[in-house]
């Protein structure tokens, strides 16, 4: 009984360093972002409490809706892109083969790369006059098929999610890795016994196998994609009219360029409600599908 | 699952938490100054400044910083030199956390309005027996506010300069830069048949079209004191002949003015594309005449005029848009020791021998000094089109929030998702609903 107490102690101490940092950069700063969101503040002079106004001008903006429109685009893209793509890289480097290792790290890299060097390395790609896509495309007889990638509005929005995805397949990739690796030998052995091969084995056995990967995967691609910022902010700074501005875009340029922090605080307090509603479907959704 | 939803958490609260570390962290370097001021004889200043980029006069200011540091050997100055395109959003994430440097750059009017009335400016009225001999009084108007000065300007920017290809214009039959506005839409649509792009706009961090282009139109068709007009709510963005200024860039859209890519290029790739010849003309501050002729060895090549005049315009065709920058501006909340410190270091700073340095490297200052003998003949010329009286810079007087308004209108504009009338309407209601 008694070390019983003393071990309880010690757990609560052992935590403790961790729950203070916790609080400190994570529930506190919502707590306040949430206190400004229903104040009137330019971060100079007093606030004044202006109850929901933020909220209400913020519903009533037509450009928030097309920053939240422009976030399910990437949202979607991210998931229909990233997942498969990180699926079949991980399936085809799933196999003993040479140069395995360095193809992984090939298929890696990009997650490394630092955002700023990914934005401006895609800004020279897809650059109307002497951009590689506009180039490859000329070469190859496609010379009508030109266009002003991030400049047109027609085309900016698709070229920054390509982008999104080919910086993020990698990640995906070595966590579907890791999980391959973690299907027992037995089972493929079975399988491939009972003359499951290629194509059919993967359909049928290792994706249900990391079903719950998966699914984890999916609900890490959607909190991710409502912070996309960098990337877009680098490459088109939200433009042109507005095309590409999502809304963390939307909360920096009023907060910080505006100067209405309390209207930021809004939008911020606004992107942690939508993320954590879309994620809680997918777990609905997920949970029905085992029951 | 759990871990993923923190992590969420962690991650979305970092973006909003990012800037007040920054800034509670720059506010810890301010601290650790003050007390080793307070400890020896020295005093240590923070100065933070936009002049990371080598331009001439950026030189000009860091040998004047290293210079004073030099004759004072008691102050030392610890420089924070920030991006310009980074700058102001520092300078105001900095205010609203409350940690300024001991000494800023700051920018006139609608820019300098909110720091000074948080209070963190020292009025500087007592020392201006400094400059009164040297500073005009339209030249200090800009960091006056109730009645009191609160910055000294180092150089005048006129941000309306239209650079042009003599030899391009040459060949369209344009001896001298067209002295009419439908002269100046003929010669855009010659250039344009020779296969000539005619403006090289580099518009992805929206402000050029906005300071550089429409300033200059709405002079032109509306004349000097129409903003002020639409901030006392005696004149309105809508009003007919506004927009006639606004549908000039519709029209140049529509005539293909603009390189293709002028949404995705910034400010210094569109003065490359022009300095490379791969465009007629060039419209920009009087900033990057350094760039695009006096240190350019082919500069000859190059002309600089004035938007002409529009037929009907109320404004006058010889004024060029103008603002006082970088003002030395010195934090309130200073002890003693450091204010006397940052007084000295302002005396020495900004005076006659850094005009004339400026001057002698072909930047245009707001101060009545005479212009030395070895002055370059480019200065000579931009001094002489610019003379003729100063109009406002649109993001000078409106605020910021209508500005962002009225930069996202136009670049609508040039990618054919807006008009001119809608644009001056979204600028008006925003206006209007400006709290």
Known sequence: MHTLKGTKYAIFFGLLPALIIYLGIAVVPIGMSA?????????????????IDNYTEIFKDDIFWMTVKNNVFIMLTG???????????????NRKMRGAGFFRTIGFLPVVISSVMVSLIWGMVYNTE????????????????????????????????????????????????????????????????????????SMLITIPMIRGTILVTAVYSISNSFRVFDLIQIMTGGGPAHVTEVM???????????????????????????????????????????A | MRTSKKMKKVMLVG?????????????????????????????????????????????VYKARIAEFEKTHPNIVIKQDGVASAQYKTKLRTLAAANSLSDINVVWPGADLQPLVAGDLLLPIDSEMANWSSILPEDALAGFNQGGKQYAIPTKQTFVDIVYYNKEMFSSIGYE???????????????????????ISLGNKEKWPLQSSILSTLQERFVGSDFLQKVLNKEAKFTDPQYVKALSVIEELTKLKAFNTDANNMDSVQAQDYFIQGKAAMHISSSTVDSRIRITNEEGDKFGIALMPSVEGGLGDAKKSAGVVQFGIAINSELDEKKKQAALEFMKFFVNEELYKEL???????????????????????????????????????IPTQITDVMQNGLQAITVGVSTAEKVAQDVQTALDNLK
Request: net charge negative; charged share 15%; proline share 4%.
């Open chain 1, 35 to 51: 206190y400004y969101s229903v104040m009137n503040w330019d971060g100079i002079q007093p606030m004044a409490f202006v109850g």
């Open chain 1, 79 to 93: 998931i229909v892109g990233q997942i498969p793509a990180g699926l079949f890289l991980a399936l085809l480097l």
């Open chain 1, 130 to 201: 002497y951009g590689m896509l506009n180039s490859i495309l000329s070469s190859i007889g496609l010379e009508s098929w030109r266009q002003n990638w991030l400049g047109d509005t027609s085309w900016s929005l698709i070229s920054i999610s390509i982008t999104y995805i080919w910086q993020n397949c990698g990640l995906f990739m070595v966590i579907f890795l890791a999980a391959l690796q973690n299907i027992p030998t037995e089972v493929n052995e079975a399988a491939e016994l009972d003359g499951a091969t290629g194509f059919k084995k």
């Open chain 1, 248 to 290: 963390t875009i939307y909360m920096y340029n009023n907060a910080f360029m505006n100067m209405r922090f309390g209207y930021g605080s809004a939008v911020s307090v606004l992107i942690l409600l939508f993320s954590l509603i879309v994620v809680s479907i997918v777990n609905r959704v997920a949970k029905e599908k085992d």
């Open chain 2, 15 to 59: 973006t909003v938490a990012l800037t007040t570390l920054v800034s509670s962290a720059c506010g810890n370097g301010n601290n650790a100054a003050e007390s080793s001021g307070d400890s020896g004889d020295k005093v240590t200043l923070s100065f933070m400044h936009p002049w990371t980029s080598p331009n001439v006069d950026n030189e």
């Open chain 2, 176 to 198: 001298a830069f067209p002295d009419a506005y439908d002269k100046f839409i003929d010669a855009v649509k010659k250039l344009k048949e020779k296969n000539i792009t005619p």
């Open chain 2, 359 to 397: 001057i002698s490297k072909g930047v245009v200052v707001p101060a009545k000094v005479d212009i030395p003998e070895d002055a370059s003949k480019y200065l000579k010329e931009m001094i002489a089109l610019t003379g003729n009286g100063t109009s406002p810079v649109f993001d000078s007087v």
